[in-house]
């Protein structure tokens, strides 16, 4: 094969000279945008120079091919916790197929480590090469609908389970982690495009279509926005969805925001698209416009270049009235090529890294993955209580346990889940990992759960929500659920759960409790009575067996919480109050939570000694280094998650309790001392200014907290910033 390149009409074009019949040569007229040495800017000329009205309208879709030209589009595939192509959500369509299965977007953030979330991603977008370019499947899109950087600012929120928090800088952290996984490390092309959803301030599900989230535009810039910020300018997304919502009156599908903020600052220059059916509700649940040419134009106008609805006679009548022009078009389709060829869409399969990612054994099936998935899940487990040094149990004490509860004999999926190739439920998982020398007894049955539970010398209860992958659109099992386009009512447990944990403890005292959840839950008689309670999310398919692993000390647990956990649902604003200062957050609540944010527990425990800087004063522009010892002083290998949150004594401005602005999450032997080293840079401590419109670092007196959670402070200092 060999490429001949001549120039024609100011463009060039190149003929590609293919073998035939092992001996023949014929020509095939190729366009000069197929030349990967052109810049990019030129080659979408070419593209927009031979495309048709009527092409450029359907490349608006969610997928930008264009047969008569040879230009392979790519589509869209969700994957928030692994790829979506199974049974869930129905995102397998009639031929669904299996893919990894990781826990809940939550549940990876309680991991409280980028690596492994960005191994995860890395996995999720192998597998979306392998079944897009996989001759058996050609199933999946390149670009993916991950991560949800949205801020899970309240535990009502029926999507907190796809978030990473309620922390700006922790979450968006992890959105880089995801972002950088999915895109893989190639300096030239994309493994996967990360679509970044939804921009910006939707965590409210109730009236998400028409609802308004208000707050001021230091809120916009210091949190709602920073996980896109980080998203884009650091993780080098360059795709997001505007949510359904308005925010101060405009409806974020129109929203100067697209442009002014993410284009314009970040540099964001290649997809934003529209949620499902967003285009026609800015009419008839907005009512911000009465026609659909009108629509058309304001999206188009405002940033949108991909739609997830039925666009077209809207974007017709548009252009036909002259409201809309070829070259609107035109600027907007670039950023959607700008992704295309990225991706290498546009280049031969022999450039592009990631393009032999479709041959060898399904990548759902190999052990590695496999492995890895179990031990994500071993690291996302929280430990939210241990007394009576119930856990880990000890194999060759214990003759008989009883597990029981409604969450005890699967593993449950989401709306947003994959098929996995296998599950391992709770009780399969302590079967599996009990050694053979334990009776194991179950029952999802409430009465016969009190019955085994009274006849074993163990107890575990396993309860928490349904995140109703196959309940059907909108549908929960009660107030205390939720999912997407449902809010929860209620942060209690149903009382169904609630009963049983009092009878099953009643009934043995030596009882744990596994709450498997997508939210946080106001457990507050369980945290008073039950001995022994373990935290983990939906999802995963090894769920049980880094379960198992972890109630037998195999493995020790050493996830944290990453949002607060409230006593009661009255120590929560409104439910519409976006207004953070109000009680949100550990950064503003007043309140004393149940479990605060960064919490959780070990089978080990931890000193920390000697805080020390690299200097006392900070400028700005300059990074201080922030060191302290941390000591395993127990008898296990453990792992701690070291903290360092900043408290603001001289600040001009309102400024939170405490804010999150390092970590580091380490494993430690018995006996042993690490000295962790934290960075702390000047820029993270700036607040915006509304007079001059840019982030500012102030002279400021600031308090140092280094922790092991946000509550619990193991030293301080001191330090001048000036």
């Known amino acids: ?362 990548p759902w099936l190999m052990e590695k993955n496999r492995e890895f998935v179990n031990l994500i899940t071993q690291k996302s487990i929280v430990l939210l209580k241990n007394s009576k040094g119930l856990l880990p149990i000890d194999r060759n004490k214990i003759k008989s346990i009883a597990v029981v509860g409604p969450r005890s004999g699967e593993v449950y999926e989401d709306w947003y889940s994959g098929s996995p190739s296998y599950s391992v439920s709770p009780v399969a998982g302590i079967k599996q990992m009990s050694g053979g020398n334990i009776t194991i007894s179950h029952s999802t049955n409430d009465n016969l759960a009190v019955s085994l539970a009274k006849s074993a010398e163990l107890a575990i209860v396993c309860i928490g929500n349904n995140p109703s992958g196959n309940l059907g659109w909108k549908k929960v099992d009660g107030p205390t659920e939720g999912r997407e386009a449902v809010d929860r009512e209620d942060i209690n447990l149903d009382a169904s759960q609630q009963m049983l944990i009092e009878k099953v403890y009643q009934a043995n005292p030596n009882t744990i409790v596994v709450l498997i959840s997508s939210f946080p839950y106001a457990i507050n008689w369980a945290d008073a009575n039950i001995p022994a309670i373990i935290h983990l999310t939906h999802n995963s398919q090894a769920l049980g067996i880094a379960l198992a692993s972890t109630l037998f000390g195999d493995v020790n647990p050493g996830g944290r919480l990453v949002q607060t956990w409230p006593k009661s649902i009255v120590d929560l604003p409104p439910m519409m109050d976006y207004n953070i200062r109000n009680g949100r957050t550990y950064m503003y609540t007043k309140a004393e939570p149940l479990y605060p944010f960064g919490y ?20 700005d522009n300059e990074t201080l280094m922030v060191s302290v010892d941390v000591t395993n002083t127990g008898s296990r290998e453990g792992d701690e998650v070291v903290q360092l949150y900043v408290q603001h004594l001289q600040s001009k401005v309102d400024r939170p309790m405490k804010e999150l602005k390092s970590y580091q999450r380490i494993t430690l032997k018995p006996n042993e001392t690490r000295s962790v080293n934290l960075p702390l840079k000047a820029s993270a401590l700036a607040y915006w200014d509304i007079k001059s419109q840019k982030f500012i670092v102030e002279k400021d007196k600031l308090v140092l907290l280094i922790g092991s959670s946000s509550s619990d402070i193991k030293a301080r200092k001191s330090i001048v910033v000036h």
Not at 239 to 250: L, Q, T
Not at 340 to 361: R, T
Not at 604 to 618: G, V
């Open 600 to 619: 959780g527990l070990s089978y080990t425990t931890f000193k920390y000694a000697n805080l020390k800087t690299s200097k006392l004063k900070l400028s």
């Open 1 to 362: 094969m060999r490429f001949n390149f001549v120039k024609k009409n100011h463009y060039w074009l190149f003929i590609l000279l293919v073998p035939f019949n092992g001996s023949n040569l014929f020509a095939q007229v190729q366009y000069s945008f197929f030349n990967n040495m052109l810049p990019v800017e030129k080659r979408i000329d070419n593209i927009l120079s031979l495309m048709t009205l009527a092409e450029k309208i359907n490349c608006l879709g969610t997928n930008p091919t264009v047969a008569r030209l040879g230009i392979k589009g790519t589509g869209h595939s969700e994957g928030l916790h692994g790829l979506a192509t199974g049974i869930p959500g129905n995102w397998g369509g009639k031929t669904p197929v299996a893919t990894t299965t990781f826990p809940q977007a939550i549940g990876l953030a309680e991991t409280w480590s980028p690596e492994l979330v960005k191994q995860a991603a890395s996995i999720e977008g192998y597998e979306a090469r392998y079944l897009t370019q996989s001759d058996r499947y050609k199933k999946a899109g390149l670009v993916i609908r991950a991560p949800n950087a949205d801020l899970g600012r309240d535990p009502r929120w029926g999507r907190t389970e796809e978030c990473y928090g309620e922390d700006a800088f922790f979450n968006g952290t992890m959105v880089v982690a995801y972002v950088r996984g999915l895109q893989g490390d190639d300096p030239n092309y994309w493994q996967t495009a990360s679509l970044m959803k939804h921009f910006l301030a939707n965590s409210n599900e109730n009236s998400r279509d028409s609802s308004q989230a208000n707050f001021d535009e230091r809120l916009l810039r210091e949190y709602y926005s920073v996980p896109f910020r980080m998203g884009v300018v650091e993780g080098g997304s360059r795709a997001f969805m505007a949510s359904y919502n308005g925010v101060n009156g405009i409806p974020q599908t129109v929203s100067p925001m697209l442009k002014n903020l993410a284009v314009k600052e970040w540099g964001q220059d290649g997809i934003i698209c529209t949620d499902g059916g967003a285009y026609t509700l800015l009419m008839t649940a907005h009512h911000y416009y009465k026609t659909p040419e009108e629509t058309a134009t304001a999206c188009i106008k405002a940033g949108i270049n991909q739609f997830l609805d039925a666009y077209k006679p809207g974007i017709q009548a548009a252009l036909d009235k002259g409201m809309l022009t070829e070259a609107d078009i035109n600027g907007a389709l670039r950023g959607v090529f700008r992704v295309m060829i990225k991706l290498g869409q546009l280049d031969a399969p022999s450039l592009v890294s990631y393009a032999q990612n479709k041959n060898g054994p399904e």
